[in-house]
């Protein structure tokens, strides 16, 4: 979208026209940057590095400090069922 063509709406009083023009042209470069955002986070959620499926660890939530409490319960867990 040119700023001519907003400028010159906006000169001839066309003020309907200009508010349209400027919609559009921030709704396609809200666009264009939400585009780059999600290449970025794909790229990133690609490359980070997750724990093995069904492999249990002591970092439940994974986000890369250990979790003491779920880890505890997994613990006493395994111990009652293994009573039974």
Known sequence: MSTEKILESIVIKKFNQAKSLITESMSVRIGLILEQ????????????????????????????????????????????????
């Open 37 to 84: 955002e999600l290449e970025r986070l794909g790229a990133k959620l690609l490359t980070e590095k997750t724990d093995p499926v069904c492999e249990e660890d002591d970092d439940v939530d994974n986000d890369g400090d250990e979790d003491e409490y779920p880890a505890k319960r997994r613990k006493e867990m395994s111990k009652a069922k293994a009573k039974k």
